[in-house]
């Protein structure tokens, strides 16, 4: 099984540097390595350029956001599974790739836990059948999760979106598509809460956003109903299911 791994980068050299020392350092070898940098200016160039040798593609250009730098990484690819470890992030150990090899899943996601490098809490979503519900309830992350390459043959990341394109891809993938999913207990990425995706207020906004565009306002409705009686919006209680 090949792992393309995909880091996407801006100004954030050592952060960068901890990243790509975290993917050469696994044990498990059948992967290639690919680095989307925004047209750094604080070195993080040169960063690359140490590690040029080892890794498979790489650019430094200006791009129109995360999503845009994500999908040029994604094209690039050409590994059965994708997982996107952005600079600041890690993987948790050096066997997390050798770890998912052996769970020899044909799954088309394989959702892993992640340790908030910030609080120290681990968070593992239980091991059961992902619904709807499950999707509302628990925050899937990104960089603990492998996606199978031909799900990005049907639909790229929404580059509309700042920070959520990744959880409306999810919902579309999963409950849509009804896609297969595979959950372990296993701890894929150290994950720095620090970034742009801790933005609680866009955070809100943009799954208001990608709700509204992806059901029909019955259905809305109804989970309003089911989570709160007196129908206060859907949006207000979102943030208490996390």
């Known amino acids: 099984m090949k792992y393309s791994i995909i880091t996407i980068n801006y100004n954030n050299k050592d952060g960068l540097e901890m990243t790509i020392k975290s993917v050469l350092g696994q044990t498990y070898k059948d992967y290639e390595y690919i680095i989307i ?88 979503i239980p091991p059961q059948n992902v619904t709807l519900l499950t999707l509302l309830k628990y925050t899937i992350n990104h960089q603990a999760t492998f996606i199978k390459r031909k799900l990005f043959d049907k639909r790229l990341y929404d580059e509309s979106y700042n920070i959520m394109a990744d959880a409306k891809f999810n919902f579309q993938s999963i409950i849509i598509d009804n896609c297969s999913v595979k959950i372990t207990d296993c701890i894929v990425s150290d994950y720095d809460t620090t970034g742009v995706s801790s933005n609680y207020e866009l955070y809100k906004k943009e799954r208001k956003k990608f709700l509204e565009e992806l059901f029909p306002p019955r259905v809305l409705q109804d989970y309003e109903t089911m989570y709160n009686p007196k129908e206060v919006p859907l949006v207000t209680l979102l943030p208490q299911l996390k």
């Open 37 to 124: 940098d925004g047209g750094s200016t604080d070195g993080s160039l040169e960063v690359i350029k140490k590690y040029a040798s080892q890794i498979d593609y790489w650019v430094s250009e200006p791009d129109k956001g995360i999503y845009n730098a994500i999908n040029k990484g994604i094209r690039k690819s050409t590994g059965d599974y994708l997982n996107f470890m952005n600079s600041g992030d890690s993987f948790h150990s050096s066997s997390v790739l050798e770890d998912i090899a052996h769970l020899d899943s044909d799954d088309d996601m394989i959702i892993g836990g992640y340790y908030d490098s910030v609080r120290g809490i681990q968070h593992v």
